[in-house]
C-alpha cells in the first residue's frame, strides 16, 4: 500500500559482518536453473534454505551497459551461497555479464578481499531470457547470519522494462560501465533506492534448519520503518529467530509488496498469483506468513469477506499442497487513513473474525489486537503509528514481530 506520493528513501547502511573463505578451491559447477527448477539437495542431511528475498514487479527501462552494487541482510547462515536473478517482468534476454558476491564495508565499499565471482553453470556470465529466472553456481565458503552482504552486477543487453523490487528501503548503488569486481567505492557514484534483478539469496546448511516466507504489502514491505536499518517487521521477527535456542526456523525471506492485494493485480501481482513464483519456489521453506487484505478492502472495489475468505483459503490450499504449514495474521486497523469508512472497517472486522476463529490457518498471530488503540480499536495505537495511521513505524514493526509465538512457524506437515 503507498502513500499518495511514492517516496524513495536514502540514507547511510550498515557495516555488515559475513565470514566468507577467500583462497579456497573454485566449487564444482552446477547447471543455473530456473525458479521452478530447485536445486539438488546437498546431501542427506544439508539442504539450501532462503537467507534474503525480495519480491519482484515490472520497474522501469533499464540502460545497458551498466553495473549495481545490491544491499541485502542475510538471515539464516551457511555456505555454498546461491543467488537468484530474474528476468520475470522483462519484454527481452539481459545478460549478466559478471556477478560478484562481497561484504560491506560502510556505503559501496566492500571488506578487502571479500568480493568473489559468481558463475553460472560454470560459466562467467548468464544471459535470462523474458520470463525466466537463473540460479548461480554454489560459492564456497560461510555467510554469517545478519550480515550485509553486496551482490555486483554488470548488466548488458537490458532493454524495456526491468524486473526488480521498486521500495527497498535500503540504499544501493548503480555505475556505467563494468565495475563489479572492485571492492572500492569511488565508481560507485549514483545511490539507489530499489534492487533489481537479484531476488533471492539461499544457503546450505542442516536439513534441521528451514525458513519462514512473509507473504504481505507495503506492512511486511517495511513502509514507515527506517530505513538502512533494518526495522521491518520480518528483519525484527529474523533476530529473534536468531537469538531463539529452540527454535529450527531461522531463515527468514520477505516477499512484501508496497500496495499489494490478495485478489487483484496493482502494485504486484495479486498474491494469488504470485504465490508461486515469491513463496514457494523458495528453497528450505518451513511455514508461509500471510498478513494482506488491507489495500483489498481500502480500495472501494466491492470486495466482500466472503471473497477474501475465499482468496485466503486458496492460499492455504496451495500451500498446504506443497507441504509447507501457513499462519495467518489479522489485518491492521486503518481508521485516520484517506480511504477509511464504515463499510471498509465492517469487511476487515468480519475478515479479521475468520481469521480468528475460522479454523483454516494452522495457527493465528493477532496482529490487530498487538497494534489497536484501546481507547479507538478502529484506529492504530498512536505509539505505533508511522504518522499515516495505516503503517507502523519502528517500535510497531517491533511489537509485531515480538506478538509471533516462534512455535508455531515450525509446525510439521
Not at 505509539?383 to 506478538?403: E, I, T, V, W, Y
Request: net charge neutral; aromatic share 6%; hydrophobic share 40%.
Amino acid at each position: 500500500m503507498r502513500p499518495g506520493h511514492h517516496l524513495r528513501r536514502v540514507s547511510a547502511v550498515v557495516v555488515a559482518t559475513l565470514v566468507t573463505a577467500v583462497c579456497v578451491p573454485p566449487a564444482a559447477s552446477v547447471q543455473a536453473a530456473s525458479a521452478g527448477a530447485q536445486q539438488a539437495p546437498a546431501g542427506r542431511d544439508r539442504h539450501f534454505a532462503v537467507t534474503w528475498a525480495a519480491s519482484a514487479d515490472r520497474q522501469g527501462a533499464g540502460p545497458a551497459e551498466r553495473s549495481y552494487r545490491l544491499v541485502v541482510r542475510t538471515s539464516v547462515g551457511g555456505n555454498a551461497l546461491r543467488i537468484r536473478l530474474t528476468n520475470a517482468f522483462g519484454d527481452h534476454p539481459v545478460t549478466f555479464a559478471s556477478a560478484y558476491a562481497g561484504l560491506q564495508r560502510q556505503g559501496a565499499e566492500l571488506i578487502g578481499g571479500s568480493n568473489r565471482r559468481l558463475t553460472f553453470g560454470g560459466q562467467p556470465s548468464a544471459t535470462v531470457p523474458a520470463g525466466e529466472t537463473v540460479l548461480s553456481d554454489p560459492l564456497p565458503g560461510k555467510v554469517t547470519a545478519q550480515s550485509n552482504l553486496v551482490v555486483s552486477l554488470y548488466v548488458t543487453g537490458a532493454q524495456g522494462p526491468t524486473t526488480g523490487h521498486g521500495m527497498a528501503m535500503q540504499t544501493s548503488y548503480a555505475t556505467a560501465g563494468d565495475h563489479a569486481a572492485e571492492e572500492a567505492a569511488t565508481s560507485w557514484t549514483d545511490p539507489i533506492s530499489s534492487w533489481y534483478w537479484l531476488d533471492a539469496v539461499s544457503v546450505e546448511t542442516s536439513t534441521t534448519i528451514s525458513s519462514v516466507v512473509t507473504l504481505g504489502d507495503s506492512i511486511t514491505d517495511g513502509w514507515a520503518s527506517t530505513s538502512d536499518a533494518n526495522r521491518r517487521w520480518p528483519c525484527y521477527l529474523s533476530r529473534r529467530l536468531q537469538a531463539a535456542p529452540d527454535s529450527s526456523v531461522k531463515g527468514v525471506a520477505n516477499a512484501g509488496i508496497s500496495g499489494n492485494k490478495v485478489l487483484a493485480d496493482g502494485a504486484g501481482q495479486a498474491a494469488l498469483r504470485r504465490l508461486d513464483r515469491d513463496v514457494l519456489s523458495h528453497p528450505g521453506v518451513r511455514t508461509v506468513f500471510v498478513l494482506e487484505g488491507i489495500n483489498d478492502i481500502k480500495a472501494h472495489t466491492g470486495v466482500t469477506v466472503d471473497d477474501l475468505v475465499a482468496g485466503y483459503r486458496e492460499v492455504i490450499d496451495r500451500v498446504h499442497a506443497a507441504g509447507r504449514c501457513v499462519v495467518g495474521a489479522t489485518v491492521l486497523p486503518y481508521k485516520g487513513w484517506s480511504e477509511y469508512d464504515a463499510a471498509g472497517e465492517a469487511v476487515r472486522q468480519g475478515v479479521n473474525d475468520w481469521i480468528r476463529h475460522g479454523g483454516a490457518f494452522d495457527a493465528v498471530v493477532d496482529l490487530d489486537r498487538i497494534t489497536r488503540s484501546p481507547y479507538d480499536p478502529q484506529a492504530i495505537l498512536p505509539f505505533f503509528d508511522g504518522g499515516d495511521h495505516l503503517h507502523p513505524n519502528d517500535k510497531g514493526m517491533q511489537a509485531m514481530a515480538d506478538a509471533v509465538d516462534l512455535s508455531v512457524l515450525g509446525c510439521d506437515r
